[in-house]
Nanobody, 121 residues
Framework: VRLVESGGGLVQAGGSLRLSCAATSGAYGMAWFRQGPGKEREFVGIISWNGALTYYADSVRGRFTISKDNAKNTVHLQMDRLNSDDTAVYYC??????????????????WGRGTQVTVSS
């Protein structure tokens, strides 16, 4: 399974962006992570294989929304009310088989190469 992220770019603080991650074949649970300049990679959110269950990091809950389109093997990350702390490379991750999702799970079978999001103040 190969994951390809898209939708990154430059946006002003308070604005919105929608990231997408397309899987080349069926993916189960999928997640978003990010790594800001000089920071370690951090969890953003995760969605179950059927899209029924989601968890978010405290820093993005209420501003970011994850959704999944199984027909297109794609997961989206809608990001609203962006601020400078959201500047990072955003990575998509996916399970290659069914596993239950939890808000603390960090291990995935596949990872994308990332897409840059820059928020200007």
């Amino acid at each position: 399974v190969r994951l390809v992220e898209s939708g990154g770019g430059l946006v002003q603080a308070g604005g919105s962006l929608r990231l997408s991650c397309a899987a080349t074949s069926g993916a189960y649970g999928m997640a978003w992570f990010r790594q800001g300049p000089g920071k370690e990679r951090e969890f953003v959110g995760i969605i179950s294989w059927n899209g029924a269950l989601t968890y978010y990091a405290d820093s993005v809950r209420g501003r970011f929304t994850i959704s999944k389109d199984n027909a297109k093997n794609t997961v989206h990350l809608q990001m609203d009310r962006l601020n400078s702390d959201d500047t990072a490379v955003y990575y998509c991750a996916a399970d290659g088989s069914y596993r239950s999702i939890t808000p603390t799970r960090r291990q995935f079978d596949y990872w994308g190469r990332g897409t840059q999001v820059t928020v200007s103040s």
